[in-house]
Structures are given as C-alpha cells and as structure tokens.
C-alpha cells in the first residue's frame, strides 16, 4: 500500500510541474499575442506607441512582444501582384522601423525594397516573353480559324489554351526564387531587431 501512495504521489508532483511548465507557456504566448495585436492595430492606422507598452516589462516579456509584432508585420511584407503593389508591405516596413531603426535594419528593408522592385520587373519580362512565344502560335490559330468560319480574328496570346498554364508555371518559379530570396533578408531584420 505504501508503493501505491508514493506512485501516487510522484504521479501528483509530476502533474504538478507539467501544469505549471503550461502556465508558463501560456504567458509566454499571450505575451506574444500582445506584440501581434499592437502591430494588428498599428497596420490598421490606430496611433500606436510601440515604447508605451514595452517600457514597464522585463527583458523575456520585452522579447516576446518584439517577437510578435516582428512576426506579424514580417507576415504583410508580400510579394506584389502588380505594379500599384501591396499596400501592407510599406506600411509593415515602416512599423518595422518604428520597432528599431539601426543601419542594419534599414539596410535590410532597403533590400527587401529592391528585391520587390526586381520582381515586378522580372515578372513583366517573363510576361512579355511568354507572350511573344506565344504570338508565333496564336497566328497559326488566326489562320485556322478565318479558314473554318471565313472571317479574320485577331487572337491575343493569352487567349491560347496552354497559355495560362505556361504562366502559372513561370509565376511559381519567380514566386519560389524570390520569396526565398525575402526569407533570407526578413530573418537578417528579425534579427538586427532582436539583437
């Protein structure tokens, strides 16, 4: 009877600890809410004073918070689906920089900045030689068709059936180059910004 109550008790003490390592976790990400939730409000256009609530909290909670917000405005920093952009983007760069502006950190975003740049441009010229290469299939097709119904069309490229596919391909390609290429320059600003 006496090994039963010690399992017991060992059970107990065990349960104890894994419930108190939880609550831990648990403030931990609440902590890491908060920083997402400013930097939430701050991508809405609410005046947000990052200094105000970090300025009371211990070094863990400080990071933590950091964390959050990093993680959150790093979230809207997007590859552009065309040239007016992504809104999101500059506003997440420049909660960014409200987080810290240290050189490295502006060089950071400086090259996100040109990579995003890059990408608009290597994206409108893979547009441009897809489009030619279709070009010389589509007449073939115009010619078909005045034969079939007797009247002239002018196709456009985009109006080929593999065309959209071909695109689909090239976009991924472009998406993964250029998205790894991001990764590698948000992960220097996390941690210029982290320390």
Known sequence: MAEIRSTMEMVLERAARLEAEAGDALTDEETLQEGMRLAARYMAGDEVDFSKPLAQ?????LRLILQGAIRSFMRNIVLPRDEEGHPSTDKAMQGLLQLGESSEVLA?????????DQYLQHKK???????MQFSQQMGQMEDNLAQQTGMQM????SQHPKFAEEWQKVTNQLNDQY??????HKKFIEK????
């Not at 002018?154 to 490229?157: A, C, E, I, T």
């Not at 998205?179 to 590698?184: K, L, R």
């Not at 210029?192 to 320390?195: E, N, Q, R």
């Open 57 to 61: 909290r211990n070094q863990e909670e």
């Open 125 to 131: 010229q893979l547009l441009e030689q897809l489009e």
């Open 108 to 116: 950071g975003l400086g090259e996100i900045k040109k990579l995003l």
């Open 192 to 195: 210029a910004l982290l320390g």
């Open 154 to 157: 002018q196709l456009k490229p």
């Open 179 to 184: 998205g790894q290429a991001m990764a590698q």
